[in-house]
């Protein structure tokens, strides 16, 4: 049902983990749908994503989705990375299941959130 | 890579002497049961010898077991079925809250025709209170049906109790025993069980196959009609292969009862007592010892059973979970909420099914690698350790809008 | 005694590729398609792809094929899932006296649940008049249902103009086809089906698995309950090695129909031709050239159908009749009633129905042994000759009480 | 379904015809139902069967039933004859599906019919 790019992230998820002097930190979904995903930034001083990682609750989906907005991100500037969306994310996996379309398909959700915070927090 | 079917609650490969004989009224013996001549006569002798073999399992008669498709057709032969014959009577049934979908989809189609449904709750473990049962009877009840083992925890229900207490109001008494036939003692009459339902493909019969006992006097309508098969209860050609695949599977299944149940209730008990010794934050689902020989069920908290399923199966291991995303559907399994789970907890559960192939060494290898998998996906889990839930932003409330 | 096999309408043997289609995913590859592990997903992937071989069969899309267990079962959920899902546009239901059990007997049902059902009669040969059907056609009709080719007497109505009728109306059109699909060429596009019933065992695919396409956008109700398999249109666990049987029995039927119905229609027609020479007395049942191509029906005047068919059994020769002894009821064909035939001629009726494993040499032993048992059987007979019916004393009256 | 005993009768049928001169025939069953016996009869001044033969359109209990009567009364007095019932016909053949008890079974009712005929031409 997955794509073998699904199975990659899902297997080896890149950029595990937490940023302990995050800038930046978005979280969406809950436990009680069964998907919770969580992304730390580090933001530099122009606006550019040194570092990014995540945390996440959930299926394949969700792993494999926050591996991917992660290694998209990574070195881009907030404007760019604020236009990444759930379905780009979804496409550079080469698609998902149409199950999991609306439910686990929220990373982009979560880095957005992550880059709210971040702007809340420098008072932007 | 070697790979390992802990999934035998899901369904069982096909017995190899019941698949060689279905194998063979397919090709050689391939007659219509109905016909005259010598094609037909040699498929009627099959059904005729797998209907006394299905009896036999069940401790019934062969004029009380009526051939269905599987088990969602015999729960709703057993559910319509009484319930249209039986309008006059009454028109309350009484089930519960953990059924399999065959029974509780059923239900509510009848509630729109105008039936009453008493759903009973469970307890902690699964299991049916029978004074909740007493309680819900009325003079309108004209059916109780309650499983007799369920398929995601595994719990045996009071079964006998049960069919006591429908005998004694002069109520039918259904159980789905979809899980238990074939890999549970059943007598139906000891346990005065009215009607119970089967399934093949449950205990290595094929796919497509099931029984419906029907007790001699109790009055059902037929559900599917046509060409007068199965003495009126059930039209449709006669599914031979399906049904001497299915007799020669009850055969076996009676006869390597006893050793069967005991070597997977020593497997599974290890298995229960490895786990709770190796890994920390689970939770046993299912009642600790009133359980199917071969089903463990455990909660991994911080952990969703789709990713445990997957780690599972790239290491060659076949399970299941109640976790909503392995059904499509946003809600995880009815039965462990039923029993007072969270969600977050239901999310994390693991299903392992033991079945008659399974070896030591399968167990060996599953618990080696399950408490590495476990470590892993909960150091990926925002639940687990410091964090805790942050701050908002949930858009998940949308996804409750998207039906599946 | 070498067998012969000429009752391919009542059912046919399993297609060796099919056959082992069928023992692979019922042993090796035995997987519950709605697991997500690997055992699950090559079983979806055999469902997928029997789906599109069987939608490949009637130039439907896999969307539109859903998998049954069966063509009575199909046929029930076509008529009662249209009638329920559409009982608010009207309740009327036109079908026609010649279909099969699975089709009238439903339609009774409906009848008794508030439903209006015109049976069409039909012709000398069998076939619905167009006039007919567009009288009855009201502003409450919702369905109308009419078999592509009858099972008996192997005419084939005309569809086409059926289904031009109906879309013209708005009206859903269902036909089963049961005995036509796989051995007749079909086109849902072309004959403007909305709903078609096919049954794998009618042609080379196992029992207990059969299909119905419902077109894109037709309004049906589930009718069994349960885990919302077949996309919420049939509950149960999928039939995998049914279904991979079902699919490889389509894509050999498709890839092998024009040869097949050519070889099997001059053998038809050769059989028609030399019992005409032969034997006096007769009468072709069915239409003399609208008609399946392995179809083939005769009456045998002052013969019974039953002894004929056991005296062909005896010489190893499987056929069928129309006689009500040799369906355990009292009358004979309802569909021989329907085109106008007495009682009499309807019992010494005898179908052969030809199948692409039938030879020649198979033909050849039929055409020498029949006379010879037709000749018996009339020595044997009151009727024949000169003695016509005597004196009464006829406690055959007593007989119409009892049920079968 | 039938016995062997049963196939042999169909199979064989023993008495099958007309007696040209038959002093008693008994008729039973019609078209419509498919099954039509009728008994030719020969009986002596003595009321002793002395030949007996019969003519059967019907299945293959009707056949069967009919040869297996013939054979039981050949040489048996009218008394005795009379006393053969459908029932006693069918154990004889080893018994009958069940579906063929009631409608096929008819041969002592067609015997019976002939003596009646025998016996009102005699004016008894
Ligand atoms: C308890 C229970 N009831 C009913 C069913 C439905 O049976 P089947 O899959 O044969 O339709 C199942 C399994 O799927 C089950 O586990
Ligand atoms: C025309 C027709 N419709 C329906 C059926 C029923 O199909 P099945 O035997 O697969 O239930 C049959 C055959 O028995 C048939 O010939």
Redesign the pocket.
């Known amino acids: 049902m997955y794509t073998e790019k699904v199975m990659d992230h899902f297997t080896n998820p890149r950029n595990v983990g937490e940023i302990a002097d995050a800038n930046g930190i978005g979280e969406v979904g809950n436990a009680k749908c069964g998907d919770i995903m969580r992304i730390y930034l580090k933001v530099d001083d122009k606006d550019i994503i040194q570092d990014v990682k995540f945390k996440t609750f959930g299926c394949g989906a969700a792993i494999a989705t926050s591996s991917m907005v992660t290694e998209m991100v990574k070195g881009k500037s907030l404007t760019e990375a604020l236009e990444i969306s759930n379905q780009a994310v979804a496409e550079a996996l080469g698609g998902l299941p149409p199950v999991k379309m609306h439910c686990s398909n929220l990373a982009a959700d979560a880095l957005h959130e992550a880059i709210k915070d971040y702007m809340e927090k420098k008072g932007k | 890579m070697k790979r390992i079917y802990f999934d035998h609650s899901a369904t069982t490969p096909v017995d190899r002497e019941a698949a060689a004989l279905a194998l063979e009224y397919m090709t050689d013996k391939f007659g219509?049961a109905s016909s005259i001549h010598s094609f037909g006569r040699e498929s009627r002798k099959a059904v005729d010898a797998a209907r006394e073999q299905v009896a036999a399992l069940l401790g019934a008669t062969p004029n009380e077991i009526f051939f269905t498709s599987g088990g969602t057709e015999g729960d709703n032969l057993a559910i319509k079925g009484v319930a249209f014959a039986n309008r006059k009577k009454g028109n309350h049934i009484i089930t519960s809250a953990i059924e399999h979908h065959a029974i509780l989809h059923t239900c509510e189609y009848l509630e729109k025709q105008g039936y009453e449904v008493t759903y009973l709750p469970v307890d902690e473990y699964g299991m049916v209170r029978i004074e909740d049962l007493k309680k819900a009877i009325t003079d309108k009840t004209i059916l109780i049906s309650i499983m007799f083992a369920n398929n995601e925890v595994g719990t045996l229900q009071p079964v006998k109790e049960i069919g006591r207490i429908a005998r004694e109001k002069g109520i039918y008494f259904h159980t789905d025993a979809v899980q238990a036939a074939g890999n549970y003692p059943i007598d139906v009459n000891e346990l005065n069980i009215d009607l119970l339902t089967l399934s093949g493909h449950k205990f290595h019969a094929p796919k497509g196959i099931g029984a419906l006992y029907i007790r001699r006097g109790v009055k059902v309508d037929e559900i599917q009609h046509?060409?007068g098969h199965e003495r009126n209860m059930r039209?449709?050609?006669e599914n031979v292969p399906g049904i001497a695949g299915l007799g020669k599977a009850a055969e076996i299944a009676k006869r390597d009862m006893e050793k069967k149940t005991a070597r997977l209730r020593s497997m599974r008990d290890r298995i229960i007592r490895e786990i709770t010794e190796k890994i920390p934050h689970i939770k046993l689902n299912g009642h600790p010892t009133e359980r199917m020989p071969g089903n463990v069920n455990f909660s991994f908290l911080y952990v969703e059973g789709e990713s445990l399923l997957l780690n599972l199966d790239l290491k060659g291991i076949a399970a299941s979970s109640g976790s909503a995303c392995t059904s499509g559907s946003l809600d995880p399994s009815h039965v462990l909420l039923a029993m007072g789970m969270t969600h977050e907890v239901a999310h994390g559960s693991l299903r392992v099914t033991l079945g008659r192939d399974n070896t030591d060494e399968d167990v060996d290898y599953f618990l080696e690698v399950l408490p590495e998998i476990i470590s892993r996906l909960r150091a990926m889990s925002p639940l687990f350790g410091a964090g805790g839930t942050a701050r908002a932003g949930n858009p998940c409330s949308e996804c409750q809008a998207h039906s599946h």
Chains 1, 4 share one sequence.
């Open positions: 219509n046509g060409g039209a449709g050609t």
